[in-house]
């Protein structure tokens, strides 16, 4: 797997500090939310950055994320 720099985390947008009017269409609220985050690969959830990757072949998103939180309650 091919390793990605990571931005410097003064320079990501936190996700919660999104804001989309639910009034909008579907198209409009996708574009606004790019328009927002800048970067959908690189960004902040609070204080944690968050780097998405993909793997061809690899375990889907869902998977990692259900491995990821069982992990982290036991």
């Known amino acids: 797997m091919k390793k990605r720099n990571t931005p410097d ?3 990501l947008v936190n996700i919660e500090d999104i804001v989309i009017d639910e009034n909008k269409s579907k198209e409009e609220r996708i574009e606004e939310f790019y328009r927002q985050i ?3 690969y690189h960004f902040l959830c609070g204080d944690v950055i968050v780097n998405v ?5 690899g375990k889907s998103f ?3 994320l259900k491995y990821f939180l069982k992990s982290e309650m036991s």
Do not use: L, Y
Request: net charge positive.
């Open 9 to 11: 985390k003064s320079q």
């Open 38 to 40: 800048k970067n959908p």
């Open 53 to 57: 990757m993909f793997t061809k072949n």
């Open 62 to 64: 869902e998977d990692t």
